[in-house]
C-alpha cells in the first residue's frame, strides 16, 4: 500500500470513528437533560404557545417519537442524519433547516470578517516579532498580544459598545437587523467582527511567532543570509515558504474552534446567530434544533482538523515521511 493510500485510508477511519462518536455523544447528551421537550407547553409562562392536556401531549410525544426506548430513538435519530433529515422543530413548529440556516449564515459572517481581520493584524506583527525577536519592540508587541489575549472576550464587547456604540455612535448598540440585506448584515457584523478579531489576535500572533522563529534557526535560512540576500528575499522567498505547513495547518484549526469561541461576543452584542439560537434550543428543550447546533459545533471542529491534517500531508514533506 502507498504512503498516500496508507495515510488517508488511516485517517479516514480514525475521523469516521470519531464521527460516530460525536453522533452518539450528542444524543446522549440532550436526552439527558432534566424534563421534555414539551414541558414547557405544560406550565404557566406567558410565551408559551398553548397548554397541553395530557392526552394531546402523549399524542406529541408519540409522534415525535419520545415515548420509544432509547436505542430506538438513536437508530432513527442516525437515520434522519444519513438522510441529511435534521427533523422539525418542536418550539419553533418549523424545519430545523429553515430556523437554522440564516442564524448560521450571520455567525459565518462574523467569524469569516473577524478571521481575516485577526490575520491581517497578527501575521505582519509576528514576522515583525520573530525577526527582531529579543529586541525592545519584540517584548513590546509580545506583551501587548499577550495583554489583550488574556482579557476576556466579553469584557471586550463591553468596552467596544460602551467607546464605540454608546459614546462615539461609530457602531450600532442593537446587535441585528430586521432587514436580510447582506449590506445591512455585513454592517450589523462588523462590530462584533472586529472584537472577535481582536480577542483572537493574540492566539494566533503567539503561534504564527513561534512557527516563524522555529524556522529562523534552520540551517538554510543562515545560508541565505550568509549569502547576503535581503531581508526581503528571505523573508518571501525562504521564512515564508517554510513556515507554510504549521501555520496553514493551525489556522484551520482556529477556525474550526471559532464557532465556539465566538459564542460569548454574539451573546454580549445581541447578534442574532447561533448562539442565539442554541440558548432559546436549551431553554426549551428543543430536541432536533439542539442537537443540529451541537453536531455543528463537533463536526466543524472535526473537519479542520481533517482540514490541517490534508494540507500538512500535502504540503510538508516531513509529514509524507513519517508515513513511509
Not at 42 to 61: F, H, Q, S
Not at 88 to 117: D, K, N, W
Not at 286 to 313: G, K
Request: hydrophobic share 50%.
Amino acid at each position: 500500500m502507498g504512503v498516500s493510500r496508507r495515510f488517508f485510508v488511516s485517517k479516514a477511519a480514525f475521523y469516521i470513528s470519531l464521527f460516530i462518536l460525536s453522533i452518539t455523544t450528542v444524543f446522549l447528551l440532550v436526552r439527558m437533560m432534566p424534563g421534555s421537550p414539551l414541558d414547557y407547553l405544560g406550565g404557566e409562562a406567558e410565551d408559551v404557545p398553548y397548554i397541553l392536556t395530557e392526552e394531546v401531549r402523549e399524542k406529541l410525544l408519540s409522534y415525535y417519537g419520545l415515548d420509544k426506548p432509547l436505542w430506538e430513538q438513536y437508530i432513527v435519530f442516525v437515520n434522519n442524519l444519513l438522510h441529511l433529515n435534521f427533523g422539525y422543530s418542536i418550539y419553533f413548529s418549523e424545519p430545523v433547516t429553515r430556523i437554522l440556516l440564516p442564524h448560521l449564515m450571520r455567525t459565518l459572517i462574523l467569524i469569516t470578517l473577524g478571521f481575516l481581520f485577526s490575520i491581517s493584524i497578527s501575521f505582519p506583527l509576528s514576522i515583525i516579532s520573530a525577526w527582531r525577536r529579543g529586541s525592545t519592540l519584540d517584548t513590546i508587541i509580545t506583551l501587548l498580544s499577550m495583554s489583550i489575549y488574556s482579557i476576556p472576550s466579553f469584557a471586550l464587547a463591553i468596552l467596544f459598545l460602551i467607546v464605540f456604540s454608546v459614546e462615539l455612535k461609530l457602531f450600532p448598540l442593537i446587535g441585528f437587523s430586521a432587514e436580510e440585506n447582506i449590506l445591512d448584515i455585513l454592517w450589523y457584523a462588523l462590530g462584533p467582527a472586529m472584537v472577535f478579531a481582536v480577542a483572537e489576535s493574540g492566539r494566533a500572533y503567539y503561534f504564527m511567532r513561534n512557527s516563524f522563529i522555529s524556522e529562523l534557526d534552520k540551517d538554510y535560512i543562515l545560508f541565505a543570509k550568509s549569502k547576503g540576500l535581503k531581508n526581503k528575499t528571505i523573508i518571501l522567498r525562504h521564512l515564508l515558504r517554510g513556515s507554510l505547513s504549521p501555520i496553514i495547518s493551525k489556522l484551520a484549526l482556529l477556525f474550526g474552534y471559532s464557532l465556539l469561541s465566538c459564542m460569548f461576543v454574539e451573546n454580549v452584542f445581541n447578534y442574532p446567530g447561533i448562539t442565539w439560537l442554541l440558548l432559546i434550543s436549551y431553554e426549551y428543550y428543543d430536541y432536533p434544533v439542539l442537537e443540529s447546533i451541537l453536531l455543528i459545533f463537533m463536526f466543524t471542529v472535526i473537519v479542520m482538523n481533517a482540514i490541517a491534517d490534508i494540507i500538512s500531508f500535502i504540503i510538508d514533506p516531513r509529514v509524507r515521511g513519517g508515513w513511509m
